[in-house]
């Protein structure tokens, strides 16, 4: 079965400091993956998307991730936080030959001032 | 601006009392969904749509029930709540159902039911 693993339910990091936020798959087949930013009292919306091609995707608000096949990993980074990307970040995955998405669990992103 | 609306933002229920979400989207999508979204758990499917008049089980179905008579519109009701179904409930939507489509995602219905 397939599933989504992101390993820091909550990430405090300071402002303008790096920040990785982890998030590995389980498939024994190809797959598309997205990174959803939920702001509070807010829907989801796409951050980015992996669906071919270079492995470094580049996403709206400065963020970026690595498709990793080897390691079965997604990881979201941003090179310097501010207070607005406090939201919680969810990781998603879809085998490419079928349709439905699962969604991981979340990790809260707080960023201090 | 084109988008999801859901409604109501919020609402208190007692259990057993029938309860009907509801979203519409005006972005001419051809699939919706239904998810509920539960502290540790993420967004967990509940129906989804293909297309106007199909519909589709989820990963939790159960309690619940949805009807697509127009593109539009994807209402989803609590026949009888029960307090386990207090959650948030978010309605989205995509160009179609393929893997790789993004999901547009409505403000979500934040439900408790007592």
């Known amino acids: 079965a397939q599933s989504v693993t992101q390993l820091d339910s909550q990430v405090p990091v300071f402002e303008e400091a790096p920040v990785e936020l982890r998030c590995n798959y389980s498939?024994?087949?190809?797959?598309?993956l997205f990174w959803y930013v939920q702001y509070p009292n807010q829907g989801l919306q796409l951050l980015l998307k992996?669906?071919?091609?270079?492995?470094l995707v580049k996403g709206i608000n400065g963020f970026e991730a690595e498709f990793n096949k080897s390691q079965t990993s997604f990881h979201l980074r941003k090179p310097s936080v501010h207070i607005s990307d406090t939201a919680e970040y969810f990781c998603?995955?879809?085998?490419?030959?079928?349709?439905?998405?699962?969604f991981g669990p979340g990790t809260s992103l707080s960023v201090i001032p | 601006i084109a988008g999801i609306t859901q409604a109501p933002t919020s609402q208190i229920l007692a259990a057993g009392r029938r309860m009907t979400l509801r979203c519409t989207q005006d972005?001419?999508?051809?699939?919706m969904y239904w998810y509920r979204q539960d502290l540790g758990l993420g967004l967990r499917l509940i129906h989804y749509?293909?297309?106007?008049?199909?519909?589709g089980k989820g990963e939790v179905p159960d309690g619940y029930s949805v009807s697509r008579a127009n593109t539009d519109d994807f209402p989803l009701t609590l026949a009888s709540a029960v307090p386990s179904q207090t959650s948030v409930y978010f309605c989205?939507?995509?160009?179609?159902?393929?893997?790789?489509?993004?999901?547009?995602f409505g403000p979500g219905t934040r439900l408790t039911v007592l």
């Open positions: 989205a939507s995509s160009d179609n159902r393929g893997s790789y489509n993004e999901q547009f």
């Open positions: 498939s024994s087949v190809s797959v598309y």
């Open positions: 992996y669906l071919s091609g270079s492995t």
């Open positions: 998603a995955v879809v085998k490419t030959s079928y349709d439905k998405v699962i």
């Open positions: 972005m001419r999508h051809n699939a």
């Open positions: 749509s293909n297309t106007a008049g199909t519909t």
